[in-house]
């Protein structure tokens, strides 16, 4: 039976690489947008100052494609700081160097400077979302990208009436470089955010924006596909919508198996779709979004987004509008729900998952703390500076050449390949009180070689340094299934029992949860350089973060694409 599974994760690699060549010819486009990254000058919360935007839109514009299609976008940098846009889980099989992280697969577009991304979509249906992927400029410069079925076919789901993207947003009523920077700077958290938005707007729950607060018209008996994506830079978010149901059939671009909820649970890079039938009376409805907020001492936005929704009565609608209805929504450390969400998202039917396991991984996520340079004053703990880490090792990205560039070009000195695969001290990873001396990681910029085909099982072991909390990690370039979630610490003699083998959700961005652990596997059939971090910005500002190096396979379409002639330079 092994060597049956051996021969068919060959054989999958196998289809995989010959797919990555692929074109779909039915109905495939070649679609060309032009993106400019500008200041904008907008007015939210009563305050107006300029913002970084796509093409003056906040937020940006919304990228349609058929799965098969090749997207090309020509960005041209017009801001004042340097910029790469990211294009959150596409695969880009082969072409790693459209995938956009700052000094990971390329050196950033500085202003008044351009780059052409290049990449075809393959096999991918959904929801997905590109952002910024610079500094703390994620904070307003995103957008959606939506998948639609191949020409000739057609959702796994009765086709809805519309299709509404509904992003959720983070807000400063101050420029966000200046809030990352001045955290840097003092080694301290940085504030909280004062707002989150829905499609932009903060909604009518804050001051100075009922007038432009989102509203989404209905009509009853219709059912509607709402597309949600969290955008928010540091916030996993409760959704709701007033006295409706939602029922879920796809996260991340991947079609779950449909189940009803009536609150949803998104982590910043997450996507979930979600069927609503428009079955209540004639009125106006909240669409309600607010923190969940998992760590315990820790300040965060506790404030609430609301777009509506409107019932079209098919009047003229004299007179005031009807006050909108607002949802039930879970408290702001409801883990359970959390959980119980979670729970809900499976594969719409079974799954080959791949194995053997050839590289079993044991990453520990979490938070820590740097000594403050002699004669500093710094605002962590006890005069400390905030740090993170996964396997003690806090990320420190390059700075005079990318990481994809320094490895295609064999150029020495930029970066390891001994990223431990297990945690150098092993210890009681979710005690209540960790000992002081595993609370400073070590920094470095250390990446974890595969090899091409390799079946790879990663658990993500959360810890209680600092504060324990539920870390959404996110994977370049890859999918992966999620066999089994738990809090605690991992035991694979008890857990390894947990794990689903038949129906696991395939996801981009897993939440580890706070105090806890999850487990993924995926197939390495994507050559390059490929990020993993936590999407809590102010996580991987701190270090939390690796790199895996996958190697070339042993035929041309197992290898990395040659770099694009107008990659940036450092």
């Known amino acids: 039976m092994e060597s049956f599974n051996r021969i068919s994760s060959l054989l999958l690699v196998f289809l995989l690489a010959i797919n990555s060549l692929l074109v779909y010819r039915i109905g495939a486009e070649v679609q060309h947008h032009d993106f400019v990254v500008q200041e904008t000058p907008v007015k939210r919360l009563c305050k107006a100052h300029n913002i970084i935007t796509v093409n003056g839109q906040f937020p940006g514009p919304t990228i349609e494609v058929k799965n098969g299609d090749t997207i090309v976008i020509n960005v041209v940098n017009q801001a004042r700081y340097n910029v790469t846009l990211h294009w959150h ?4 099989l082969r072409t790693a160097w459209a995938d ?4 990971v697969t390329q050196c950033p577009i500085k202003p008044g400077g351009s780059y052409r991304y290049r990449f075809t979509i393959q096999g991918q249906e959904g929801t997905l979302w590109w952002h910024a992927h610079s500094s703390w400029l994620r904070a307003t410069v995103y957008g959606a990208l939506i998948i639609r079925p191949k020409e000739n076919t057609s959702y796994p789901f009765a086709k809805p009436k519309r299709e509404i993207p509904l992003i959720l947003g983070e807000w400063w009523d101050r420029n966000p470089v200046d809030v990352v920077r001045k955290a840097t700077r003092t080694g301290g958290a940085p504030d909280v955010s004062n707002a989150f938005t829905i499609n932009g707007q903060p909604g009518d729950l804050y001051n100075c924006s009922s007038k432009d607060t989102t509203v989404i018209p209905v009509k009853a008996g219709e059912t509607n596909l709402l597309r949600f994506i969290n955008a928010a830079l540091n916030t996993e978010l409760f959704v709701a919508i007033a006295n409706h149901k939602m029922t879920v059939v796809a996260a991340d671009a991947s079609y779950t198996k449909p189940f009803t909820t009536s609150v949803l649970m998104l982590a910043p890079g997450q996507t979930t779709d979600v069927l609503v039938t428009m079955d209540q009376p004639l009125s106006r409805y909240y669409i309600a979004a607010r923190a969940y907020a998992s760590a315990e001492g820790v300040a965060f936005d506790n404030t609430t987004a609301a777009a509506i929704l409107e019932y079209d009565c098919g009047c003229a609608k004299p007179g005031p509008a009807a ?7 879970p408290a702001y450390n409801d883990t359970a729900a959390v959980s119980a969400f979670t729970a809900g998202i499976k594969s719409p039917s079974s799954v080959e998952v791949p194995g053997p396991v050839d590289e079993n991984l044991f990453f ?11 004669g500093k ?6 005069n400390t500076r905030f740090a993170a880490s996964m396997n003690n090792v806090s990320f420190v990205f390059p700075g005079t050449t990318s990481l994809l560039q320094a490895h295609y070009q064999r150029v020495p000195g930029v970066f390891t390949t001994d990223f431990p695969a297990v945690p150098p001290v092993p210890f009681d ?3 209540k009180n960790v000992s002081s001396s595993l609370s400073q990681p070590v920094a470095g910029t250390k990446l974890y070689k595969l090899k091409y085909g390799a079946v790879v099982q990663l658990v993500l072991q959360g810890t209680n340094i600092v504060a324990g909390e539920n870390h959404p990690i996110h994977i370049h370039g890859y999918n992966f299934y999620i066999l089994a979630e738990g809090f605690g610490n991992f ?4 857990d390894n029992a947990k794990f689903n083998l038949v129906d696991p959700p395939e996801r981009n961005t897993v939440g580890v949860p706070a105090n806890g652990w999850a487990v993924i596997r995926f197939v390495a059939d994507n050559p390059g350089i490929w990020l993993m971090h936590c999407h809590l910005d102010v996580h991987i500002t701190w270090g939390l973060a690796m790199a895996f190096l996958v190697e070339n396979g042993g035929a041309e ?6 770099p694009p002639p107008d990659l940036p330079t450092c």
């Open 429 to 431: 990873y979710t005690a």
């Open 557 to 562: 379409l197992q290898s990395l694409e040659a």
């Open 89 to 92: 889980g596409v695969r880009q």
């Open 364 to 374: 520990t996520v979490g938070l820590g703390l740097f000594d403050c340079p002699e």
């Open 323 to 329: 006050q909108p209805i607002f949802p039930a929504l």
């Open 377 to 382: 004053t710094c605002r962590g703990p006890n």
């Open 491 to 494: 035991n694979p003699a008890r």
């Open 100 to 103: 956009g992280p700052e000094f």
